[in-house]
């Protein structure tokens, strides 16, 4: 490559020609689409922001200069230019870096990003607290259109308005989002592009933010103009940017939506999915019932609702927009009114709706139902923005909602049968990343919803498997039978947001120890819960599940070793305790 292999840092990037960037930017856009197609990533996204971020970096002087990206989902051309393009030119090391910002891998890199619409509000506080201290450094936001859609957004430009110091906010306009783009605002934009932003009718100046708008948002002359004329300006200013996702890739600019993520080819996950499951049995709910309405903010394509399904669902579809928060108090308003809401979000993102879920849902007991998709599995470690690992202690936390983790195909399917019908009480119903297709205990009914299933009795030991973790469970309790002949119980619990007082008084009577497994983190989870219970008595409670804390670049067979979340480590842990206890036992 004629110039990308002589670039380690923005500051090479400087002595280039206007000629040789555009060439720099053939050369960077081939290396993102190699990359994707080879190790997955978000492709369209990127392709589209190739030439404003060279423009951003040749007329600004980072790090000195702050940039933050929005979600990050558009980094990759910045991680290029500052010292990472390793990544994405050696498929080996692409686990050694995130795709998303990160200040722990370079200077260049502000915040860790991963969540969407909070640039906004990062770079206003980021600017306030520069002029407090007296700093000169330029602030510039990366907003894409579908984040404006997010609450925080609004929030952060509100605010933005009232500052008196240098802040660029670059929105970043290719017209989607993950899917299409949703909500009133888009309105707005469509009709600012069309007038090449000279519309009495703009968003940006109603809030009280100058505004600037570029037509061509690939034209890297052009960029370099704009921003060299406005780097100074001291008052918050919006700048336009008309771009397009996937831009010089057809297929991505053909399915801008397919190609907005590309999964590494050869990764899947073994038999059927969760999401296909989901949408399965919504089309039949909804095909049966008009008051069945699938809620989703903005991630439709991972969590079940594909083009087809969105298309067959037809109005029973609402796509929200990137504004979780919204979607949950959406969804208690709709269930208030007699409907039957399902929202479908991924449980990291489910974390921005915790006080939604507690005073609008919960207080009101509204018969929503929400389905937390584990992206990544539950416990993830490439990527901590992205961990679904912590929804499970937030949803168990809350009074008044009834939180459920199926282990099979079956359970998944009953539970989210029921809970559609149901309108007694908000459900958060956790989707199985891996599907088993075993039966694991009666199955599942109204009656029986709060109750442990005992699938198998034993003596000595007792194993409680939350969700997949239960499948964990079967082997390890396998495992310490041949390994040491102790028959150990097997419980899946399937309900977390409370215990089962009755199954666990049973096991006190003839078994020495529990053993509980969950895919999510320790500190305030499930297994606490029943170690609580066990507080006063003699019965010892082994919790398995993440640490509480954050990861990245770790593989997630590292993370199990560490955090003992394997048979054997598990059996020898078990053979330490109970060897411990003997002396006890004896004395007794």
């Known amino acids: 490559m004629q110039y990308l292999s002589q670039i380690d840092s923005p500051k090479q990037l400087k002595r280039l ?42 007329v600004f002087d980072s790090p000195r200069d702050k940039f933050i990206f929005d979600v990050s989902h558009q980094c990759y051309t910045h991680k290029i230019l500052t010292g990472r393009k390793r990544k994405f030119l050696d498929p080996a090391a692409d686990s050694l870096f995130t795709g998303y910002t990160n200040p722990r891998e370079s200077e260049h890199d502000t915040f860790l990003m991963g969540h969407t619409s909070t640039s906004v509000s990062l770079a206003a506080g980021l600017a306030a607290g520069r002029d407090r201290c007296g700093d000169d450094y330029r602030v510039v936001a990366v907003i894409g259109d579908g984040a404006l859609s997010g609450g925080e957004a609004f929030e952060g430009l509100n605010n933005a308005a009232e500052l008196d110091g240098n802040l660029l906010i670059i929105v ?39 505004y600037r708008f570029v037509e061509d948002g690939h034209d890297l002359g052009a960029l370099i103009r704009v921003f060299t004329e406005e780097k100074e300006r001291q008052r918050p200013l919006v700048i336009h940017v008309c771009t397009q996702k996937g831009k010089g890739y057809e297929p991505a600019e053909r399915d801008r939506e397919a190609y907005h993520h590309l999964h590494k080819p050869g990764k899947s996950v073994a038999g059927e999915r969760g999401d296909a499951i989901t949408r399965q049995v919504l089309l039949k709910k909804m095909a049966a019932d008009p008051s069945v309405i699938t809620v989703c903010p903005a991630v439709p394509r991972n969590v079940g609702a594909d083009t087809a399904f969105r298309e067959q669902a037809g109005r029973q579809y609402i796509d929200v927009g990137i504004a979780e928060a919204h979607a949950v108090s959406f969804a208690a308003g709709m269930a208030k009114a007699g409907a039957k809401p399902v929202v479908l979000d991924y449980g990291t993102f489910l974390q921005r709706t915790y ?32 961990a679904s690992m912590y929804d499970l202690a937030m949803t168990a936390s809350i009074p008044g909602l009834l939180c459920l983790a199926p282990a099979t195909k079956g359970e998944f399917v009953e539970m989210l049968e029921w809970a559609v019908d149901q309108q007694e009480e908000p459900v958060v119903i956790r989707v199985p990343n891996r599907i088993y297709t075993y039966q694991a205990g009666r199955p599942f009914t109204a009656a029986n919803r709060r109750q442990f299933q005992l699938v198998r009795t034993g003596k000595e030991v007792a194993f409680i498997g939350l969700g997949q973790f239960y499948d964990l469970a079967c082997q390890a309790c396998s495992l310490l039978a041949r390994r040491y002949g102790i028959a150990g119980s097997l419980i899946n619990p399937r309900v977390y947001s409370e215990v089962d007082e009755t199954v666990l008084q049973e096991l006190a009577a003839s078994h020495r120890l529990v053993v509980t497994l969950e895919d999510g983190i320790v500190s305030g989870g499930f297994g606490q819960r029943v170690a609580s219970f066990y507080g006063t ?52």
């Open 172 to 210: 970043n306009d290719n017209d989607m989002s993950i899917a299409e783009n949703h909500g009133g605002i888009y309105r707005n934009l469509r009709e600012l592009r069309r007038t090449g932003g000279q519309s009495a009718n703009n968003f940006f100046t109603a809030c009280g933010l100058a």
């Open 17 to 58: 020609s206007l000629p040789e960037l555009e060439v720099l930017a053939g050369e960077i856009r081939q290396v993102l689409i190699d990359s994707a197609l080879a190790s997955g990533g978000h492709l369209g996204p990127n392709l589209g922001v190739v030439e404003l971020t060279l423009a951003l970096h040749y």
């Open 537 to 588: 008595t003699a019965v010892q409670v082994l919790s398995y599940g993440a640490e509480k804390e954050f990861t990245n670049c770790v593989p997630l067979s590292t993370l199990y070793s560490r955090y003992r979340l394997e048979p054997a480590c598990i059996v020898a842990d078990i053979a330490r305790i109970l060897q411990a206890q003997e002396p006890e036992r004896t004395e007794e």
């Open 355 to 386: 006080d939604q879920l507690m005073h609008d849902l919960a207080i009101n007991g509204s018969s929503a139902v929400i389905l937390s998709f584990t992206s990544g599995g539950g416990i993830s470690a490439m990527d901590a923005a992205h």
